[in-house]
């Protein structure tokens, strides 16, 4: 049994209870006395009609008569109880106590009963139980109340589903931004860090949310910058360098105060970008700015002050006339080289570029090659030996892969001594063909190997314009190697020579 009817039933029985005792007690006042009234009647009437019949009697007699109608035992002189209708008064009285609380119940089941379901539904709506529902089947007025109260917890249930999808979707979109996102409260303690935020840090979120921003593991130059904007309260963007465990990164940190509409303090936002290729793409785009125009600078300069000097009277004397005519055609062969590499690989790296991608045989690739850099070889008294598997065949842009293995092979011969040799070895190995090219050079420092395909990148400067490099061949390289999905590695030890190894998929 619910409470509400349960208490509305005993306080119903209590009710029904005090009404009663109190009619038994004015019956029990009242009886007597009615009782005693009736005798004296009933005697009266009973003399009235001896007297009629003739029969007179005497007060001894009308007494006896009295006490006996009275029903009052002679031999005790006391008055019989009433037995027969206090058994039916209190017969009655028990009927109609149980027929009220039948009645009651009936009536209280069906009015009471729904607002107790009502009253349970409503008290798990507000424990957060949004799927609760008051099971009501019959007709009635309770219906109306039923229905409204079963409406608003499916108002509730719709409300808190959107609620939750909400939330997630707005945890997921933060932990998976590609920004740092730090929330610090207005007691000064962090509230939330987003796992871009944790991992630049590599800490866990437990080293951090809770504990005041002062206390936790961040940047002495974070803090510092969190502290400016609580003493200022407006917005900073500032560009700091963070050690993390792959190194040093710059990130862009923008901090603001967050204040609500009518000015009260809520606490601190901090945005982190993580600024770091940007910045070595900017420090490349400088270099290679600083590189080209060097690069163009030297053989512009040469070309003009020949030139000059060819005009001032020079051409008169015909030996100077031709060596400077000289330096002037290579100076500017060397510029056109320039020129055109640079216009290879903006071509290469340009959006949209596509390989035509086709079976062919390394062998013939490398034959192309070898015909290019023949000259080259045979003026430095260079001895070529190789080795190439038999039917070794890949997927690439043939053009582009003689290409890449004619700056590979010039470039060995650049920096090799003369009389020296040069290896070629093409074995399959895996799903990929590998080609490397092994000289007896000058060799590569192992500080400059990471750094040896960028662009006009040049281990030995006055060796590679002396060569007649434009510090591009390596670059497009790496550029056309990686277009073809391959790879290429490069193995030196200084004054022993190099090894660069070309991985390209077989066909």
Known sequence: MKPLRKKLFVSFLLIMGLTLAGLVLVLAQLLPVYLEHEDERAAGEVVSLLGEKGISLDAADRAELEDRLAGIDPGTG??????????????????????SGVLYYKMADRYVRPIDLVTGTVLDLAKGNYRARAEWGEAGIQV??????????????????????????????????????LMIGRDSEIAMANSFFLNQFDVREPALVGKSYKAAPLPASLIRLIDAVQIEERPRTEQMDISRSGGTGTMAVYAAPVINKNGGWLGIVVVMHDITELIR???????FVANVSHELRTPVTSIKGFSETLLDGAMYDTATAEQFLGIIHRESGRLETLIEDLLDLSRIEKEGFTLELKSVRVGDVL?????TVSGRL????????????DSLTVKADENRLVQVFVNLLANAAAYSKPGTGIRIEAIPDGNAASISIEDHGIGIPEEDL????????????????????????LAIVKHLVDLHGGSVQVQSTVGSGSVFIVRIPLA
């Open 450 to 473: 990471p750094r040896l395909f960028e662009r006009f990148y040049r281990v030995d400067r006055a060796r590679s314009r002396d060569s007649g490099g434009t510090g591009l061949g």
């Open 144 to 181: 109306g109340l039923i229905s409204a109260v079963n409406a608003l917890a499916r108002n509730l249930q719709d409300m808190e589903s959107i609620r939750e999808a909400e939330s997630e979707r707005l945890e997921t979109l933060i932990g998976h931004m590609g920004s740092g996102l």
């Open 367 to 371: 034959r192309q090659a070898i015909e």
């Open 78 to 99: 006391k008055k019989k109880p009433p037995i027969g209708f206090l058994m039916t008064a209190a017969v009655v009285f028990a009927m109609a106590f149980i027929a």
């Open 378 to 389: 045979e003026e430095q008294n260079m001895k070529l030996s190789f080795h190439i598997a």
């Open 281 to 287: 793409l900017e420090r490349v785009r400088k270099d």
